[in-house]
């Protein structure tokens, strides 16, 4: 825009929730804020942007070091709008030829209710092997303006899942996966998706996993491979279906023929390399 702009960072961390720190943003131009310089010596945080002036678009890349070795980055995809059922549709672990002694992958729920009542929380786990609700994490309290990690221990490891989070409070969540490809660190963060209506984006010869959650699964998939050839192909199920792309794809687009469908998007690396990420639909 022509004109400065303002907006309050707000950082929750699992003591609560902290000042807001107020930034300006010069006239057409960025501005890069390290997270670590606001809250250094947090293992836990979740961070929300809030416009006061002008207009801002913001990410948050999330890049961890320890020392000169990598351990890993990834993208979080933005949540505009805490909800009662939050469904994050695009998890795995290892496939294939991943599976290997070498490589392993662990997953960590996060949570957080922004507002000041406490919330009691279920979560599912969807997979190909049908849903359950791990013990203890039904009727769970999560307290208010905290945020809370959960280790998902349960979680299967040799195929992808999802995981469906009903509150009876408004609630943000998100899965954290941590990966070891061959000694090198690699994290993905799945955020929640809203209701699949249409979608489209641009792979670039990538070959992604789709997952979908719903009750009546129906949506119409059309791609474009690397090798120029037309993909179509209808996915019907209940509760958790999976389609793999047969090829590396550039251009992407999925339709659902029914409400209450969710949908996201898995990364894995080919063998001998790391790059794993989610993106939601």
């Known amino acids: 825009g022509f004109s400065e702009s303002v907006v309050d ?11 807001p720190r107020e930034v300006s943003i010069a006239q057409n131009s960025t501005k890069k ?29 999330d890049e961890r070091k320890k020392g000169l070795k990598s ?35 662990t997953h960590t729920l ?17 997979s190909n092997d049908g849903n359950f609700i791990p013990i203890g994490l039904s009727q769970l309290e999560v307290k ?22 009903e509150s009876d409070q408004p609630i943000f969540a998100s899965v954290l996966s941590n990966f070891i490809f061959n000694k090198s660190a690699e994290i993905a963060w799945a955020t929640g998706a809203d209701e699949l ?4 984006v641009n792979l670039t010869g990538s070959r992604p996993i789709l997952n979908f959650v719903g009750e ?17 192909n209808k996915v019907t199920g209940t509760n958790f279906v999976t389609w793999r792309a047969p090829t590396g794809l550039n251009r992407l687009e999925v ?27």
């Open 33 to 61: 804020i390290a997270i670590d310089s606001l809250i250094p010596g947090e293992e836990a945080i979740a961070v929300a942007i809030k416009t006061k002036s002008g207009r801002v678009s913001s990410y948050l890349f």
């Open 197 to 200: 209506k249409k979608w489209s």
């Open 9 to 19: 960072i707000e950082i929750f961390t699992p003591n609560g929730l902290l000042e």
């Open 216 to 232: 009546r699964i129906d949506v119409q998939i059309s791609a474009t491979g690397i090798n120029g050839k037309k993909i179509t």
């Open 144 to 165: 208010s303006q905290r945020v809370v990690s959960i280790p998902l221990t349960f979680a299967p490891t040799s195929q992808p899942f999802s995981v469906i989070v």
């Open 255 to 281: 339709t659902a023929s029914k409400g209450g469908i969710s949908g996201g998007v898995i990364f894995l690396p080919e063998v001998g390399k790391i790059g794993t990420s989610y993106l939601p639909m």
């Open 110 to 126: 996060r949570l957080l209710v922004p507002s000041t009542i406490d919330a009691s929380i279920d979560v599912t786990v969807n």
């Open 71 to 105: 351990l890993g980055a990834d993208f979080v995809a933005p949540v505009a709008i805490a909800r009662k059922s939050v469904t994050i549709p695009a998890i795995t672990g290892l496939l294939d030829k991943l599976v290997t002694n070498s490589n392993s992958v």
